[in-house]
């Protein structure tokens, strides 16, 4: 494809550029193990960097991206593993997928059940709460092999941000949580402004940027560790919600480019597209703080290379958590067009990430059309580091090594566990108002909906045509997703959702029910079974059953071991189905209260005791456990 912004220059002299004949000894005296930063921000979308227009020209100015993207390689058709934060960053880190790894959104850890029980028909699945404590991280495998591992900004791969398993407990050697500039002003984002006073704690530098704990928590890092290789998982806050920005200046001078005026209510913004000034700011905040640290690699001196910047045996990687969100509550923050949607759908706003990798070896000022996903970091660092893949774990990743080094342009470089050229991704999202699995086959993309019965507005299958691809080169086609096919190509759409059936089987992949509580007609809802008599005895517990039309076909066991707590985390087994109607279930250790789940033949979930729905829940002010059975 041909894209406007910045000028491609050929990999082969690109490459032969950065080869050039250096100094036998100087290049002798390299370090053998080079440092890797991964630069997650959070939820900034495709469109949102500069380098990355396309159609309309973005207001926001992202000059240090843009130099970035020209010192190494951007990639157009980058993806996250997931369309929300956790379940992201818990792929980047296990290296598994989420649907793999039942890690499928934010928080998870509950028992199944609607938003709202008579508008829902249907309900998410279980899924965890955390990735788990015994993961053999990338923070681990590298800290085993001789690296200095650090985290800064978000972490979030638990039921809420302090909850276990922390970074120390993942193969971090050192930690920094702080929100830094992104912690909430008060009363509102019109009030409470940094100054260049000395005691103001978002005090603003020389050049007018607020004081971000994140930015300097990352140098500081840099700075105790760069005796030894290190390993910086920089997650910064930014530009996640709250929508805000310390500098007035900085606001004003958007308000100024935009045309626009700032709002009567602070908390709301109507405006459509790109015309948030706040959000305009964050962004331009983000940027500036990523020229700090990109300033810092350049002018400090390589302890262990003296002679040279760290920046020359650092590798850097850029991405984004998600696609960009593009409204809030009463807040439109950004408009990623022209991807359909955003955070919270595997449509291509919500899983299409900005991605930019510089580094020694790398060429510079590439831009490439080769699919690649976060799931590729963790191969990808070791690969770098000259680390072998643990031979007990499994990746769900590609290595993209010889693609860095080679030719990043070349999809033939970008290989499977198995061997094979990769062209295939997929996306489980079966939660929220989403209910959906992607699978993207070279310029194809599926959509599979779950919620599409009795549901006008929602097909089963939707069949797009992202790109088409001629005599080995590709060209734009539908990447806004505006044109389903799947009438027209049923044969396509039915191959495609055969092969999403296979990746998801063998993943084990956890899919949506339907809601025997929906105040609406739903086809087979009468014939749900009920519940009729319980047990415990010991950690022994039975249940028996009646069927009203339709046939039981699986149970498990929702249990958790922190019952009465305010974050209470919950977990799921299967229970046996035994003849005249019975489930038995085992009680594992430390069981506080349980609820069992059934599962007909027509996909309706029926749990006894009856659960809550998420909205009668309230975030975790009202447990669970309240109405679970306890254990005597």
Known sequence: MNYPKFARISVVLAVAALSAPLCAATEASRPAQPNVILLLTDDLGWQDVKCYDIDEPSPMETPNLDALAREGVLFWQAYSPAPTCAPTRCAIMSGNHPARAQKTHVVGGGPPTPYNKELHRMMPPWYSGRMPEGELTLARVLQQNGYATGHCGKWHMAINHN?????????????????????????????????????????????????????????????EHADQPFFLYYATWLVHTPIHTRSEALLQ?????????????????????????????????????????????????????????????????????????????????????????????AMEGGTRVPLIVRGPGIAANVQSDVLVNGLDFYPTILALAGIEQPAEKHLDGADLSALLKKDPTNPALVHEADGRVRDTMVWHFPNSVALESTIRVGDWKLVRNYDHLGNNHSPELELYRLYETQDGQQHRGDIEEAHNLADTMPEKAQALNAKLSEILTEMEASY???????????????KVCTVES???????VEFT?????????????????????????????????????????QLPAGTTHYFINLIDEHNFLESYPEVMDMRGQANGKNPYSTVALSVK
């Open 512 to 526: 949506p029910y339907y809601n025997p509580d929906f105040k609406h007609p739903l086809p087979n809802k009468e």
């Open 545 to 585: 059953y009646q069927e009203n039309g339709a046939k039981v076909v699986r149970a498990n066991l929702l249990y958790t071991l922190n019952g009465g707590e305010r974050y209470e985390e919950w977990f799921r087994q299967p229970a046996d189905l035994l003849p005249g109607s019975k489930v038995v279930a």
């Open 253 to 345: 001078k958007y308000v100024k480019k935009l045309g626009v005026e700032l709002p009567e209510n602070p908390a709301e913004w109507t405006g459509e597209g790109q015309t948030n000034p706040f959000y305009c700011a964050m962004v331009e905040e983000l940027d500036y703080y990523v020229g700090r640290l990109l300033k810092y690699l350049d002018e400090t001196e390589d302890p262990r290379w003296p002679g040279h910047s760290l920046r020359e045996n650092t590798y850097l990687i850029f991405t984004s958590d998600n696609g960009g969100m593009e409204r809030h509550p009463g807040e439109i923050i950004t408009d990623n067009f022209p991807l359909a949607r955003g955070k919270i759908s």
């Open 534 to 540: 319980h047990a415990q005895q010991g950690d022994r």
């Open 163 to 223: 909850a276990y398993p922390q970074p120390q407990d993942q193969g971090f050697d050192w930690t920094r949580h702080n929100l830094g500039t992104t912690a909430r002003m008060r009363p509102h984002r019109l009030t409470g402004f940094a100054t260049r006073e000395a005691g103001d704690p978002y005090r603003l530098d020389e050049n007018g940027f607020p004081y971000h704990q994140n930015s300097e928590d990352a140098m500081q890092f840099i700075s």
